[in-house]
């Protein structure tokens, strides 16, 4: 089925986003999360006859909306494999990456893929078709310890344990197929004042562990410094803390828990340098475009 690019997803900073990747005209660059290819056709538009651009995504949708471009090339992946895929087409250094995390808005209207606490459907959230693990799998096979560090550590609920226990409760006597059997099963932990918020907060969580985000997005930020030339630009944005804690401690530090070593002179050796201060979208943009209200965007470049 064909999609119209503009009810696909509409870019979340675009022009801050790419404009933080300071274009070369001649350069090489990666959008690791091509979508409706908003952002990959921002940077074509600066790029010369001379520049080539790769784009990721693992999302089979996406494909429908690939740009007939020959300085364009689409790979159907997951980021986290971005040096081996690279690799494959015969490059090795790019001049710059950009990243837009999460779910995009065509994941989040079509109600079959389970992504939007708004639609009753089968408990999915794969971002990739070919995954073979699904919300479903997790909910009715993970164990109660699973589930509660689930929860707790990706939905950051305090109740973590008590919504693991009943899901264990509940699927004793039969599966739980779908999202309103998910959410009848959970009402308790959804009182009428705070029950969107909740369950959104319980929706990221399996939807994080059904597509390893944070490990994929670790993989991916390991390898960008790998694959960044010298003076190249990593322009990121994410949506929740969560993601945001990870890209600002690798943007700042080069890992992701602890301190760089110093060098003999006592200052900290760190891989990239901060090119702007968090940007986040204007109320005008937010206006227009709800799923910015959460976006932040960090821009580094690698010393």
């Known amino acids: 089925m064909m999609m119209i690019v503009m009810e696909y997803h509409n870019p979340v900073l675009l022009k801050e986003t790419v404009d933080g990747l300071a274009i070369k005209p001649d350069g090489v660059y990666v959008d690791v999360t091509f979508g409706g290819g908003g952002h990959s056709r921002e940077i074509i538009k600066r790029l010369g006859p001379n520049g080539k651009l790769f784009a990721f995504d693992q999302d089979e949708d996406a494909q429908a909306n690939v740009i007939d471009d020959e300085r364009f090339v689409l790979i159907p992946e997951n980021f986290r494999f971005l040096k081996r895929y690279l690799r494959f087409h015969g490059v090795t250094e ?25 639609f009753e459907a089968e408990l999915d959230m794969r971002m990739s078709k070919k995954n073979d693990v699904s919300a479903y799998s997790v909910i009715n096979g993970y164990e109660e310890e699973q589930l509660k560090k689930m929860f707790f550590d990706y939905g950051e609920l305090k109740n973590a344990r008590g919504i693991a226990n009943t899901i264990v409760a509940a699927r004793k006597e039969k599966e739980i197929k779908n999202s309103e059997e998910f959410k009848t099963v959970l009402n308790r932990f959804l009182p009428a004042h705070r029950s969107n918020k909740i369950l959104a907060q319980m929706y990221q969580a399996i939807r994080i562990e059904v597509n390893q985000e944070i490990e994929a997005l670790k993989e991916f930020l390991l390898q960008s410094l790998e694959v960044l030339k010298p003076g190249g630009r990593l322009s990121v944005i994410s949506y929740h803390s969560l993601e945001d804690r990870l890209v600002k401690r690798y943007m700042r530090n080069g890992m992701f828990e602890g301190e760089p070593e110093r060098d003999m002179f006592g200052n900290f050796e760190v891989p990239f340098k901060s090119i702007e201060k968090l940007i986040v979208p204007t109320d005008d943009e937010i206006a227009v475009n709800n799923r910015a209200r959460s976006a932040k965007l960090r821009v580094a470049e690698k010393k």
């Open 94 to 118: 790019v001049d710059g990456i950009l990243a837009d995390l999460g779910v995009s808005s065509h994941q989040f209207d079509v109600a079959e893929r389970g992504f939007s606490t708004r």
